[in-house]
C-alpha cells in the first residue's frame, strides 16, 4: 500500500531507535495483522535488553545537552514536526485506521491532534513560568523555577497508537526531557512511522541522538522502564491492572508516574434535554472506535419521564449503523482490535445476560465478505442495572448499559457510582440541574461536559481522572508541570545574614 511506502514501513522493521540509529536485536519478532482484513501488515523486531541499555544511555547523554537549548528553540523544532505531521496526515492517518481498525476520519483526527498540541507545545515553549514570592526577610527575594526532569519513559496503549504519545512527547521536549517510547505490539508499525518523520526534522537540526527514542516489545519491555531508576517519569496508558502494576513498581523507586487508565463513563439525560441533539452525542460516544476508547460512552442515565422516547430514537439509530472497512468513509464502525476483544465482548454480553440484563439491540459477531478477519461485532443495547458487576465492569467494546432514574440527585449519584472516573457528562437545557453536575457534589471525574458527549477531549484541556482512572493529567492547561521539577530559590542581597522564622544564631 502506497501510504506505507511513504512512511518508511517495510515488510520487516526494527522496533528500536535512538533517532537516525535504528538497531538489529536478537528481540523477538512481532507481526502486526491489520484487524480490517486479518492481512500481515508487517514485523518488527522487538527490543532485547542489552539494546534497551543501550537506548537509556543514548538518552541520558542527550540529555545532557538538551536541556541546555534555549525552550523556544526546542519549541521551533516542535513547529518544525508539525509541519512534518500536516504534510503526513493522510498517510499516517490511513495506517492508524488500517493497523488499529478505527475510522478513517478518526485516524485523520487523531494526527490532527497531534498537529494541534505541536502547536500547543510550540507556545508553551515561551511560557514556561515560574512566582516570585516576597520574603519575611528584609533584602530577600523568593521564587520558584522549573527545571527538566530527565528521561520520560512514556507506555501508549493500541487504541490511541500515536496521539497520546504526542501528549506526551511534544510537552516533554519543549520543558527539556528526552523520551522513550515503548508503544503497544498491538500497533508497532505507527510507532515506526512515527519516529521516521521525527527522524527528518531532527537530522536537518542536528537535535541529539537520543532526544526520541523507541522501544518495542511486550510487557516485559515496560517493566524494564518501570523499574529503571534512571526513567524518573513513567507515563503510562492503558488498563487499570496495567496501571496498578506500573504505579507498584515506579512508587517502589519513588519515581513518578502519569496513569491514563480505565474509564465508564456515563451520559445523564435529563427530562429536560434536547433529545435529537443528545442522540448524536451519545451515538457517537457509544460505537466512535468500535468503543474502544478510554472515553467511551458505556451508560446512559435516562430520565423515567423521556427514557421511552430516547431509547426508541437510540434503538432506531443503531439501526442505520453501517459497519465494515475503516478506511471507507461511509462506514460509522470498524472492527475490535483483535480475536481476543472479540473473546471479552461475547462474555460480557453473556455476563450481562446471567445478571438480569435485557437487550434492546442484540450483539453479535459478523461474518460474510468483507468481515474475514472475525473482528467485527455488532454495537449493542442492554438495560441494565448499575450495581451488575459487568456495568461496575471496562468493557472495551460497543456495549452500552441504559438505566432510569428519577431525580438529578440520584442520576449524580449513579453516575459516580462505579470505580472508574475519567469522563461523564449531562444532556440539560436546565441551568440548575447543569450546575448541580459540576458543582462539589456533582461529577466526580476528571472531565465533566454540559451538553457534548464523554468522548473528543480538545488539546488544550488537562486531559485525565480520578480514582480507578489513575489521576494522572496529560495535553493541555498546566499538565505541563509534571514533566519538570519545581524548585524554591532564595536570594539574599544584603551584608546580613536573618534567619526565618525571627531565630537568633549569634556567634
Request: charged letters at 20%.
Amino acid at each position: 500500500m502506497e501510504f506505507l511506502k511513504a512512511l518508511g514501513i517495510q515488510q520487516h522493521n526494527s522496533g528500536t531507535s535512538t533517532g537516525s540509529q535504528w538497531y538489529e536485536t536478537k528481540g523477538e519478532t512481532i507481526a502486526s495483522y491489520s484487524p480490517v482484513d486479518g492481512q500481515l501488515i508487517g514485523t518488527i523486531q522487538s527490543t532485547d535488553k542489552a539494546h534497551y541499555e543501550k537506548v537509556v544511555e543514548t538518552a541520558a547523554k542527550a540529555f545532557a545537552e538538551w536541556r541546555l537549548w534555549p525552550a523556544p528553540r526546542r519549541g521551533e523544532i516542535v513547529r518544525q514536526i508539525g509541519e512534518a505531521l500536516r504534510a503526513k496526515k493522510q498517510e499516517l492517518g490511513q495506517l492508524v485506521s488500517y493497523e488499529m481498525g478505527k475510522s478513517l476520519q478518526e485516524g485523520l483526527g487523531e494526527v490532527q491532534e497531534m498537529i494541534d498540541i505541536c502547536d500547543f507545545a510550540v507556545g508553551l515553549s515561551r511560557q514556561l513560568h515560574g512566582l516570585t514570592m516576597h520574603s519575611e526577610r528584609p533584602g530577600h527575594r523568593m521564587y520558584e523555577q522549573w527545571h527538566p526532569l530527565g528521561i520520560v519513559g512514556i507506555i501508549s496503549a493500541f487504541n490511541f497508537p500515536v496521539a497520546v504519545w504526542s501528549w506526551n512527547t511534544m510537552l516533554a521536549w519543549v520543558c527539556g526531557d528526552v523520551c522513550i517510547w515503548k508503544p503497544s505490539e498491538k500497533t508497532p508499525l505507527c510507532s515506526v512511522a512515527c519516529q521516521n518523520i521525527i527522524n527528518e526534522v531532527f537530522a536537518s537540526n542536528n537535535v541529539p541522538e537520543g532526544v526520541s527514542c523507541v522501544i518495542n516489545g511486550g510487557r516485559e519491555t515496560g517493566e524494564w522502564l518501570s523499574t529503571d531508576t534512571r526513567v524518573p517519569l513513567i507515563s503510562a496508558t492503558g488498563s487499570t491492572r496495567m496501571g496498578k502494576a506500573v504505579g507498584a513498581a515506579v512508587g517502589a523507586r519513588l519515581g513518578r508516574t502519569i496513569l491514563e487508565l480505565g474509564g465508564n463513563n456515563a451520559i445523564i439525560i435529563s427530562k429536560d434535554a434536547d433529545l435529537d441533539m443528545s442522540l448524536i452525542g451519545c451515538v457517537f460516544g457509544a460505537v466512535g472506535t468500535a468503543g474502544q476508547r478510554c472515553t467511551t460512552t458505556r451508560r446512559l442515565i435516562i430520565h423515567e419521564s423521556v427514557y421511552e422516547a430516547f431509547t426508541t430514537k437510540l434503538v432506531n439509530a443503531y439501526k442505520q449503523l453501517r459497519i465494515g472497512n475503516p478506511l471507507d468513509q461511509n462506514n460509522h464502525v470498524g472492527p475490535l482490535i483483535d480475536k481476543d476483544a472479540v473473546r471479552m465482548y461475547l462474555e460480557s454480553i453473556e455476563k450481562c445476560k446471567a445478571e438480569g440484563g435485557r437487550f434492546l439491540v442484540e450483539g453479535g459477531v459478523l461474518e460474510g465478505p468483507g468481515y474475514e478477519s472475525g473482528c467485527y461485532v455488532k454495537p449493542c443495547i442492554a438495560e441494565a442495572q448499575n450495581h451488575y458487576s459487568i456495568v461496575q465492569h471496562e468493557t472495551f467494546a460497543p456495549i452500552l448499559y441504559v438505566m432510569k432514574y428519577s431525580t438529578i440527585e440520584e442520576a449524580i449519584a449513579l453516575q459516580n457510582g462505579v470505580p472508574q472516573g475519567l469522563s461523564s457528562a449531562i444532556m440539560t437545557l436546565n441551568l440548575r440541574e447543569a450546575e448541580a453536575f459540576l458543582s462539589h457534589a456533582g461529577s466526580d471525574c476528571g472531565i465533566a461536559n454540559v451538553n457534548i458527549g464523554t468522548s473528543g477531549a480538545e488539546i488544550g484541556g488537562a486531559f485525565g481522572g480520578e480514582k480507578e482512572t489513575g489521576g494522572g493529567r496529560e495535553s493541555g492547561s498546566d499538565a505541563w508541570k509534571a514533566y519538570m521539577r519545581r524548585q524554591t530559590n532564595t536570594i539574599n542581597y544584603t551584608t546580613k545574614l536573618p534567619l526565618a522564622q525571627g531565630i537568633k544564631f549569634d556567634l
